[in-house]
């Protein structure tokens, strides 16, 4: 499944941000969809996912900031971005796991800054 994440910017702390992903394929055939982020000189980790039945999860550092959510008419996947800090700065990568794969599909990655 191709990936295409938008949404990406600058903004103050505080502030807020949306990103999408829009997937090639019929979100129907798509059993987790997701974003990662890779800040400079970190690692890539794991920020939210939802499955298919709306199941979400959060890392603990977004959990009450960061929504997501899945738009299954437009085959998309948002993840709505509030209180941003600057410690979310990062290039943020969404992710798709079709049903029955282990591997997933990534998106080519879409950048937020958030200033101080």
């Known amino acids: 499944v191709q990936l295409q994440a938008s949404g990406g910017g600058l903004v103050q702390a505080g502030g807020s941000l949306r990103l999408s992903c829009a997937a090639s394929?019929?979100?129907?055939?798509?059993?987790?969809m997701g974003w990662y982020r890779q800040a400079p000189g970190k690692t890539r980790d794991l920020v939210a996912t939802?499955?298919?039945?709306?199941?979400?999860h959060y890392a603990d550092s977004v959990k009450g900031r960061f929504t997501i959510s899945m738009d299954n008419a437009k085959n998309t996947v948002i993840l709505q971005m509030n209180s941003l800090k600057p410690g979310d700065t990062a290039v943020y990568y969404c992710?798709?796991?079709?049903?029955?794969?282990?591997?997933?599909?990534w998106g080519q990655g879409t950048q937020v800054t958030v200033s101080s």
């Open positions: 992710i798709a796991y079709q049903s029955g794969d282990d591997v997933p599909s």
């Open positions: 394929e019929t979100i129907f055939t798509i059993s987790i």
């Open positions: 939802i499955t298919e039945t709306g199941t979400t």
